[in-house]
């Protein structure tokens, strides 16, 4: 998409990790009044598309990294701090609904708040553009109610307060806690859907397992660790001994959405090159870095005698000097395609051949 502004193109991230409208069965409130918090917090962003005005006093011309993860290397460092700070300003809008919702009394279908929660001119500016009524009485109280939907405020209330409330599934809608929302999201975002679910159905008939939404942002993580320790699940550009994929999103690049694969304890698995078939061997040479002199991992050699961290392979006439340091940063897509996912599956396969005792 085109954004007119930087500030445009950050709130499109909720817009872009909106999932389809899935209610919980066994909600307290109806499927209705899921329906019309579902409807409501979509309007709010598309308010906001419109008009960044009403939460924020400058806006910025539209501006992105265009390397994933080094951002340094684009050196814009302003640009970093103006999208931090333009994403902190949509948190503080949603974390003030989510307070809302937490401490608000409801009283049929309005909402009423104390005079302890502040709501500032921005944020009520917002809530007022979106359709939300509020006057504030003489005791200090605040009720907030819709016209037209008079469902709202109790689903608010309900998603706000009810066992597990946390401001990522508020602010997505994510109402069934059994439901992986991030599953129909990277669906979407994939490029390709069926090239995508066969990639998903490989990995839940091969033993990984799913984690939904890491470290409190919208992730999708298939994993499978291959180590005797239970150690805990990274970001896939620091794997070491977990095989999976990790699909996630960065707003501050120009393509946010990215799928990873996980390889683990690439030395051995590398190791047994000449053992795998001649289309994972082809996967591998195309994927992963090439050797190309950096020094990153001799830059603590006091002696000058360390060999790089890498390994030679002969493929179809050819030798390839491979990189064995973070697999992560090179088996990364911004798109899925039946043949990427084929390869992928065939090397996920071969590491578990490999790696499995």
């Not at 329906?35 to 598309?46: E, L």
């Not at 300003?89 to 609904?97: A, D, W, Y």
């Not at 009283?107 to 809530?127: A, E, M, P, Q, Y």
Request: net charge negative; proline share 4%; aromatic share 10%.
């Amino acid at each position: 998409m085109n954004f007119s502004s930087l500030e445009q193109r950050v709130i499109h991230t909720y817009l872009d990790t909106f999932p389809d409208f899935i209610p919980a069965p066994s909600a307290s409130v109806s499927e209705q009044g899921q329906k019309q918090f579902y409807d409501f917090m979509r309007h709010v962003y598309d308010i906001l598309m419109e008009r960044p005005d009403l939460l924020f006093a400058k806006t910025h011309g539209d501006d992105a990294h265009t390397n994933r993860f080094n951002k340094r290397a684009d050196g814009k460092p302003e640009l970093t701090n103006t999208l931090r700070r333009s994403q902190i300003k949509v948190e503080e809008l949603i974390t003030t609904m989510f307070r809302i919702g937490e401490a608000g009394r409801l009283i049929g279908s309005k909402l009423v708040i104390g005079s302890d929660l502040k709501i500032s001119r921005s944020h009520l500016s917002v809530l007022e553009e979106a359709g939300i009524i509020t006057v504030k009485e003489e005791d200090g109280n605040r009720p907030l109610f819709h016209a037209q939907k008079d469902e709202l405020m109790p689903a608010w209330k309900w998603m706000a307060s009810k066992p597990g409330a946390s401001v990522l599934a508020f602010s997505r809608c994510m109402f069934d806690s059994e439901r992986s929302y991030p599953r129909g999201i990277y669906e979407r975002l994939s490029g390709d859907e069926a090239a995508f679910r066969a990639l998903v159905e490989y990995l839940e008939a091969n033993g990984y397992a799913r984690i939904d939404n890491r470290d409190h942002q919208v992730a999708l993580d298939y994993v499978k660790n291959y180590d005797r320790k239970d150690m805990p699940v990274k970001d896939a550009w620091a794997e070491r001994t977990h095989a999976g994929i990790s699909a996630k999103y960065d707003p501050h690049v120009k393509q946010p959405a990215y799928f990873c694969l996980r390889v683990p304890k690439m030395k051995e698995v590398l190791g047994r090159f000449d053992s795998m078939d001649d289309e994972v061997k082809s996967f591998v040479v195309a994927s992963n870095k090439k050797c190309d002199g950096c020094n990153y991992c001799t830059q603590t050699d006091k002696t000058g005698e360390r060999g790089h961290s890498s390994i030679i392979v002969s493929h179809n006439g050819k030798e390839y000097e491979l990189c064995l340091l973070f697999p992560g940063f090179y088996y990364c897509w911004v798109a899925l395609d039946e043949g990427l996912v084929s390869g992928m599956i065939r090397y996920l396969r071969f590491i578990d051949e490999t790696l499995i005792t």
